[in-house]
């Protein structure tokens, strides 16, 4: 149970923000971009995301207390007192999330928290699809590590935060978001075996291209459970092909003619959901490729593909999304673009010639009014390192 923070109660807590001393832990979570791999890290995909240069700052202190502990949110102008091991209920709201982040560090680590103030301000827009779900937790997570000096490592952290987001949200999700915004690095993406936990870095200078997001300020409440249920639609269309090849142990090793040999069984919306997820796969694996070759061409079309799987296939886009993406792909100063993250709503990601940059956006967001009668938010992003002390 927790109690609402009083004006000067906020107000106090407030100050860990402006003051410097050793005392204070400060810490920067960034959100995350995916370049390409989406909606294949649940079924044992190659992902290729990077952490970004938006962040949630953190600033933490020891209260002295046993367990009682404050934290308080800019964005939100609030801030509760509560007892750390009173767990709140799932889906009460931010402070919901960050308790949920408590107990799966108590299963770890019992006991070695104890009573904290902790202010958070985002500068990382809620429900466009930059992950900033991630970034509360896994910042929350590394500054409970560091402050309290629990050593858990990185991949555990990943962990944690997952499942809390998991329990937290309502929607099963994969491992990307938060392995990005723990295990990011400036200047490059992450190629990440989402299967074993592999990763590689990979450079992310594309000459004079970058990565913009539009974000089409859409955000569909159906998300969660069409998400649980493409999840649900892969894990049965895996076990149908496993009946014959049982050496198949994810559906991105599965094959176009496996799902074809399958197809009655699978029915239509199964076929289409793995036919994605495999050729998704490829898409990863080539635009790797293509980024050693600088052969941006290339990988603006592997974009343009994939947003043709999510839309098509996978079906987890919307009209909103869908006229972004085809705008950008009849304009030449685009080299691709698609629809990224769980979908539903959020940013498209493009890539796009920094001098081109000004006038596009100027184009399409006159383009989007008249289409979809809403605002476009540029985001223009640079890649970053993960959650780090500040
Ligand atoms: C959300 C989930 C991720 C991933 C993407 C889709 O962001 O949190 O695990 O599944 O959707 O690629």
Known sequence: MSTKLSQSEYDNIDQIFAQADAEVLKIEAPGRINLIGEHIDYNGGNVLPAAIDKCIYYSFKKNGSDKTSNVLSKNFSEGFTFDISVPEKPGDGWLSYLSGVLSEIEKRVPGKVTGFDCALESKLPIGSGISSSAALLCGFAKGLNELFELGIDDIEIVKLCQNAERIFSGANVGVMDQFAVVKGKKDHFILLDCDTLEYKTIPAAMKSNVLLLLNTNVSHNLADSAYNERRAQCESALEIIQSKYP??????????????????ELGEDRV?????????????????EALKNNDFELVGDLLNQSHDGLQNLYEVSCPELDFLAAYARKDDRVLGARMMGGGFGGCTINLIDEKNVDSFVADAAKAYKEACNLELTPIPVKTNNGVQKI
């Open 272 to 288: 289409k959901r793995a036919t994605h997820v495999i050729q998704e796969q490829k898409r990863v694996e080539a635009t790797v």
């Open 247 to 264: 050496q198949v142990k994810t559906l991105v090793e599965a094959t176009e003619e496996m799902v074809e040999e399958f197809k009655e």
